[in-house]
């Protein structure tokens, strides 16, 4: 029996040896024709260059816009991605022979007889997919851009509904060589044929394969192995508004970074006022953002964390649960629109305004004032563009003072004698100066900073937040830093307030200006596209597409934020209502309807989990019962066999949770995280110190869509009670490990003899 075993063994890597050389080759040919393709772009720049010497403007305009796009192909070129090339399909003869164009046959069905009486087959198409399309000299596909129609068969496929496809085959490789070959039959029943000899399988399935893989901390793409119900999302028409639901594992954020590489694909035209990702947290930031570019896209797409979306702004710090709930409360709102009004007052608003005009002096007293700032707050123009408005109102006032109204019948003479009035009047320093000092300029953050005086706070939010919200309010907005709560009030005021039209900056003159002799005759040269488009990035404040990824925890003024950057875009919002972190899902609910508009709703549902095995899955639904009755989790698709582990504190709660860090640390390849509450995120790190890279601490709510191949969760019970929506941040926190999960309990979890934590026994 063990000869037997070893031959067999000896068989199946004689075979694997033999494809993986199969897929050398045609790797060695694609790289053969990507340096043919590398020197055309180096040629194109080249010549490009020489066209900026000719000296005419259309000359330099074509010179420019060869640059760009040359530049842009060569820089793809020149990326040699890991697994550049990861998948195939084996095809049976189509119905018709009809190609698209990228080369492909487009028949999705078997033609009639394509497959025997006998159950056999031949293999009529191999088609190869990779992260950018590669045609041969004669313009047949080498590979197929993984977004293109032609590949979608490779992600749609299964034994259920095969179509034409016999074997997919993901293919792992580095650079230029190949590695390894992992196969899936979709017709298992089927005998076919390639090249006159039987079509081999390889390996225990590629999915596996890939959920096996060590994680490192950034995210890898799941091109190679995006499943069925994921590429229907991915592939979703972008009208309207995309609504995904998933719960854990289930690809969420993946699906939304390869759904902006698809839709660029598809209609770059459409997406060029650009893409933007808007993420929970900068870690998930750091974690995600290498996707984007390893898919073949970059430059169009900005992944933004929510504390990142004003600009000169960036959250750095936290706000308690219950700061959070009144910052984030559509209440709010109230709050702001009264204190951007009273902010008016500050910086001792002069009470008199006193001025010489046809040789009177003319004055306004502090009632009278009072009474036309509140004529002219009663627009609904932002405060900084009522300005104007004021202005002209308080020359109405010293008109009607001055009696100069009754002196002329002629409506001409009473007209220019008005207008020499107002010329008098506003060419003085001392109404200059008290229009700057009663209507001052205002900014969000000096709002803001307003605001952070409690009892100037307790006037303007009076009926609105009760004296314990304004008094904790308060004194968070005097720290020193930002929350990601205050960015969402500053982007708010900012909407309020309004900002005066600024004098557009002038453009540095570009060094070829100074080649080209032409000075005399071009004095301003226009922008080119690519100076044009990077500007427009730079100032841009709203996108032709908006993903939301983890839109259960947007808060209702988080979504009028996202919301003022996708007025006009299409939208795509991924979430999970189970995971929600935020207390009161049913006003957010409100607030992103209102965001989303009148568009129309299209949903999908994510139904397996990818991440977690069986066992882990299992524990999570315990606390999944308990925040949300009724709620089903998504089935796991692996079980690995381990159980989680749960331990009690020994010598102290620091000293524990590093041994099961480190006791991990021997048992897995990969990272481990260590979930905390928030609290104890800054404590956490020092207890850690030490074990090096692989090993990270975070707070309970910063564990949002990322994953590690163990995780050790601290005091179930410290995470669960931290705010009302506790409870689901525990699901979220007990649901990150690929691996192994160890729970290490404190007193306050009131562990059984076993270490089990109350919140998990059944």
Do not use: C
């Not at 640059?67 to 793809?76: E, K, Q, S, T, W």
């Amino acid at each position: 029996m063990a000869a037997q075993a070893q031959q067999e063994t000896a068989l199946e890597d004689s075979l694997r040896a033999r494809e993986i050389a199969v897929e050398q080759e045609h790797l060695d040919r694609v790289y053969r024709r990507l340096e043919e393709k590398i020197h055309e772009a180096e040629f194109l720049m080249n010549d490009a260059a020489q066209r900026g010497q000719v000296g005419t403007p259309g000359a330099l305009a074509e010179r420019d816009a060869q640059v760009f796009r040359a530049g842009i192909h060569l820089n793809r070129l020149n990326n040699e991605f890991e697994d550049f090339l990861f998948g195939r399909i084996d095809l049976l003869l189509g119905k018709d022979g009809k190609k698209g164009p990228d080369g492909a046959y487009t028949a999705v069905e078997p033609a009639e007889g394509a497959v025997r009486a006998d159950n056999t087959a031949d293999i009529a198409e191999t088609l190869h997919i990779g992260r950018i399309g590669v045609l041969d000299q004669d313009y047949a596909p080498l590979v197929i851009d993984w977004r293109a129609p032609a590949a979608a068969p490779f992600y749609r496929s299964t034994p259920v509904d095969p179509g034409r496809v016999v074997r997919r085959r993901v293919i792992r490789s580095k650079g230029r060589k190949v590695l390894g070959v992992e196969d899936d039959l979709m017709r298992p029943e089927l005998t076919a044929f390639l090249d006159g000899g039987e079509l081999p399988a390889i390996g225990d399935g590629a999915l596996m394969a890939a959920l096996g893989q060590a994680r490192s901390h950034t995210m890898r793409d799941i091109v190679a192995s995006i499943q069925a119900e994921q590429d229907l999302v991915i592939r979703a028409p972008a009208a309207s508004v995309t609504y995904v639901e998933g719960g854990p594992g289930t690809g969420k954020t993946a699906v939304a970074l390869h759904r902006a590489a698809y839709l660029l694909y598809q209609d770059r035209r459409r997406y060029a006022g650009g893409i933007l990702i808007v993420s929970p947290t900068p870690l998930l930031v750091a974690y995600t953002e290498g996707v984007l570019p390893s898919l073949g896209e970059e430059g169009q797409v900005a992944i933004r964390a929510i504390g990142s979306l004003v600009e000169g702004a960036e959250a750095t710090l936290y706000d308690s649960p219950s700061v959070a709930r009144a910052k984030g409360s559509s209440r709010m709102l109230k709050v702001l629109r009264k204190a951007a009004r009273g902010a008016l007052e500050l910086n001792d608003s002069p009470a008199r305004l006193r001025v010489v005009a046809f040789g009177r002096r003319l004055e306004l007293e502090a009632e009278e004032l009072a009474g036309i700032r509140r004529a002219a707050l009663g627009g609904t123009a932002p405060v900084n563009l009522l300005r104007p408005r004021a202005r002209k109102l308080l020359l109405d006032a010293l008109w009607e003072r001055s009696g100069a109204a009754g002196r002329h019948t002629d409506p001409e003479l009473a007209a220019e004698l008005r207008s020499s009035f107002d010329e008098d009047i506003t060419s003085e320093d001392d109404f200059l100066a008290f229009l700057d000092a009663w209507w001052p300029e205002l900014t969000p953050a000096a709002v803001l900073d307003a605001m952070a005086d409690e009892r100037r706070l307790g006037r303007w939010a009076r009926r609105i937040l009760n004296p314990g919200e304004v008094r904790k309010v308060a004194r968070s907005l005097k720290r020193d830093g930002r929350s990601v709560h205050d960015i969402a009030l500053l982007d708010e005021l900012q909407a309020i307030l309004g900002a005066p039209a600024r004098p557009r900056r002038k453009r540095e003159l570009d060094p070829l200006d100074q080649l080209t002799g032409l000075e005399e005759l071009m004095p301003v040269r226009e922008e080119t596209q690519r100076e044009r488009a990077e500007r427009l990035a730079q100032e841009r404040v709203e996108y032709a597409h908006v993903i939301v990824d983890e839109a259960q925890d947007l808060t209702p003024m988080q979504w009028r934020m996202v919301g003022r950057r996708g007025r006009h875009a299409t939208w795509t919002v991924v979430g999970d209502p189970a995971q929600s972190s935020w207390s009161d899902p049913d006003e957010a609910a409100e607030a992103r309807d209102e965001a989303l508009g009148t568009r129309p709703r299209r949903r999908f549902e994510l139904t397996v989990n990818y991440r977690n095995p069986a066992e882990i899955a299992e524990l999570a639904a315990k606390v999944l019962a308990l925040a949300m009755p009724g709620s089903l989790s998504p089935k796991a698709v692996r079980s690995t066999g381990v159980e989680p582990r749960f331990t009690v504190v020994r010598e102290s709660l620091g000293a524990t949770v590093r041994e099961e860090a480190a006791r991990l640390l021997e048992r897995v390849d990969g990272t481990i995280g260590v979930v905390v509450a928030m609290q104890r995120r800054e404590e956490a790190r020092r207890w850690l110190a030490g074990l090096g890279d692989r090993v990270v601490a975070l707070g309970s709510l910063e564990a949002k869509g990322l994953e590690y191949d163990a995780t050790v969760v601290v005091s179930p019970a410290e995470i669960a009670d931290e705010s009302p929506a506790g409870l689901r941040v525990l699901y979220v926190a007990l649901t990150r490990a690929t691996q192994q999960l160890t729970v290490v309990s404190a007193e306050r979890d009131e562990p059984d003899a076993a270490g089990v934590p109350d919140l998990l026994r059944d």
